[in-house]
């Protein structure tokens, strides 16, 4: 009867004792992240296909990157599109995002679509007909994604011009409807 005593103590014994790695001092990592990292997301293609992109907010200079896009306005759906249109970054661009979004592409504004907090007009220099159906769903999602983040969840824009030459509306398809309220 002492054998089977003995047999788990001395079991429990050799658990507690390790695996013979002696201790260590912790390691350290540096600091922690202090936030996520913040800016706009931008829809550029990668292999023909949208692919969102976080274009960031910190004033450090990239080097060989254009100068930076002048917001022309406080309009966040506006500014996005307007960084849309200036094109990927250099580093953006060596690793393969192109768009077909013409640098002449320029917004002004945004208002809600006769009264709807779900749907936006952006209004742009030009005439959006021209515009091939990838450069609209590029700035559509970008629009949309810019507004929500910002405000009441936006699913619909509308490009427009001061003249009245409407496209859409439209919807990001990368974008899942937003929950209706009850």
């Known amino acids: 009867m002492n054998r089977l005593l003995v047999a788990p103590l001395v079991l429990a014994l050799g658990l507690l004792a390790g695996c013979g790695i002696p201790p260590t001092e912790p390691i350290s990592f540096g600091e922690p992240p202090k936030a996520a990292p913040t800016g706009d997301q931008l829809y550029f293609l990668f292999h023909d296909k949208l692919y969102p992109t976080l274009r960031s907010d910190d004033p450090s200079p990239d080097p060989g990157a254009p100068a930076?896009?002048?917001?022309?306005?406080?309009?966040?759906?506006?500014?996005?599109?307007?960084?849309?249109a200036a094109g990927p970054l250099p580093a953006d661009r060596e690793a393969g995002l192109t768009s077909q979004v013409p640098a002449d592409v320029i917004a002004f504004t945004s208002t809600?679509?006769?009264?709807?907090?779900?749907?936006?007009?952006l209004y742009l220099r030009g005439d959006p007909s021209g515009l091939s159906d990838v450069a609209v769903t590029q700035i559509a999602c970008t629009a949309i994604t810019a507004a929500t983040s910002r405000s009441a969840p936006v699913e619909r824009v509308t490009l427009t011009?001061?003249?009245?030459?409407?496209?859409?509306?439209?919807?990001?398809?990368?974008?899942?409807?937003?929950?209706?309220?009850?």
Do not use: F, M, Q, W
Request: hydrophobic share 20%; charged share 35%.
């Open 161 to 182: 011009t001061k003249r009245g030459t409407d496209r859409g509306p439209l919807t990001c398809p990368l974008r899942p409807p937003s929950p209706r309220e009850p």
């Open 68 to 84: 930076p896009v002048r917001r022309v306005t406080d309009d966040p759906a506006a500014n996005a599109v307007n960084l849309l």
């Open 112 to 121: 809600r679509h006769d009264g709807d907090d779900r749907h936006i007009d």
